[in-house]
């Protein structure tokens, strides 16, 4: 169910509900305050089970350890900076194995972006060409366009992590 209280939650909502009919029964969060949106929404999905790690570096190779035994896609989320650059050395692990897994991580708004902020690192294309699929998801109003297109790019993600079989990157 949407929870309307704010645009970031509608959002994350519509992303998180659209990932667990498209198969996610499974994800791994590292909280932060930028992903607590993506994580309440991950929380309150029924047909997501939802393992909490601490270590980002851990809860991606916990993601990955999951989707192996799944033989499905697991989603494993985090908040911005070196915390996304913590599941690397996971994301390449995935690559090679051929590992379905979503990456989800909540990135700076543009506009915050290349000012100067500590902790704050390139997100764009983090993973390189060790990820199947990346995108931009942006930022967008909470009216139909803009969760039609969380919907379809969560969509997407795990049609891409499955049929390609590795990971993805959605920030």
Request: with cysteine; net charge negative.
């Amino acid at each position: 169910m949407i929870d309307g209280r704010n645009r970031n939650t509608a959002l994350a909502s519509a992303l998180c509900e659209e990932l667990a009919r498209s198969g996610v029964r499974q994800a791994v969060l590292c909280p932060g305050s930028r992903s607590t949106p993506v994580a309440l929404a991950l929380d309150r999905e029924p047909g997501i089970d939802l393992t909490v790690a601490l270590d980002e570096r851990c809860a991606g190779f916990i993601a990955l350890g999951m989707a192996l035994a799944a033989s499905a896609p697991v989603a494993v989320a985090c908040t911005s900076g070196s915390a996304a650059a913590n599941l690397h050395p996971a994301v390449v692990e995935a690559d090679l194995a051929g590992v379905p897994l979503i990456i989800l991580t909540s990135d700076r708004p543009p506009e915050l972006r290349d000012i100067g902020a500590g902790q704050t690192i390139d997100q764009i294309k983090l993973y390189g060409s060790s990820v199947r699929w990346f995108c931009e998801v942006g930022s967008h109003e909470a009216d139909d366009s803009g969760l039609l297109h969380f919907r379809s790019v969560a969509c997407r993600a795990a049609g891409e992590a499955t049929s390609g079989r590795g990971p993805v990157h959605l920030n």
